[in-house]
């Protein structure tokens, strides 16, 4: 536990030196050695906080070159989470592309009338949610949760609660950053929405799964600039 926390402050750490010192798409970042000086952890936990940076976007690994910026946080985030939980936030989305495109698989194949129906009733609330200036979150989170019920397994139902908080602070933020920017990116984010809903409502089991890990991972690029 230790360790992860050294590498959550490292990775954080590294976003902040990228933010304060306004480092552009494809600067190259300090040597692993030099990295691990600022931050003051070893150079193991450098290199664990970079492959996370990778995974999450920020930052690209190029062989025998070192690391590169690839992408920075938008502005917006800061309002809704923490620089020291940026880390322990996104990784959620690597356990949310497990989970949820499973569940909107699981419910294209196992969905009652009823819940097909609530799942309709969930994205008739978040459509008008996304189209006014409501905040949103609350109707985008049911919508979810409404497809995790219509797996019929309670497991899915409990893993999906235990990431409630982060994915909750992921939608306040997507959907903020996402009305500072032209009106065609809330557009995109409720397509994405419909894509899913009509794969399960056709039982497309693939299809819905295929359009969930769409869905989350243009949700997790809308995080940035």
Avoid at 64 to 88: N, Q, Y
Avoid at 116 to 140: F, K, N, Q, T, Y
Avoid at 173 to 196: K, Q
Wanted: no cysteine; hydrophobic share 45%; glycine share 6%.
């Amino acid at each position: 536990m230790v360790e992860e926390r050294q590498a959550d402050r490292a990775y954080a750490s590294i976003v902040e030196l990228i933010n304060v010192d306004r480092l552009e798409i494809g600067d190259r970042l300090p040597s692993e050695a030099r990295l691990a000086e600022m931050v003051g952890v070893s150079r193991t936990i450098i290199r664990e906080a970079l492959v996370r940076l990778a995974s999450d976007g920020f930052t690209e690994p190029r062989r025998g070159a070192g690391s590169f910026v690839k992408g920075r946080p938008s502005d917006r985030l800061s309002a809704h989470m923490k620089l020291a939980d940026l880390s322990t936030t996104l990784g959620s989305y690597e356990v949310r592309f497990v989970l949820e495109a499973e569940s909107a698989r699981l419910a294209a194949v196992r969905r009652s009338a009823d819940q097909m129906a609530s799942i309709d009733d969930g994205l008739v609330r978040l459509r008008a949610a996304l189209l006014s200036s409501a905040p949103a979150h609350d109707e985008d989170m049911e919508l979810h949760r409404r497809i995790v019920l219509a797996t019929a397994n309670p497991a899915f139902e409990v893993a999906f609660a235990a990431l409630a908080a982060d994915i909750d602070r992921i939608m306040r933020a997507g959907v903020d950053i996402s009305r500072s920017r032209p009106p065609e990116v809330i557009g995109a984010m409720m397509r994405e929405h419909e894509m899913i809903v009509d794969a399960i409502r056709a039982q497309d089991a693939d299809g819905a799964a295929l359009a969930m890990r769409w869905h989350l991972s243009e949700g997790r690029k809308r995080l940035m600039p």
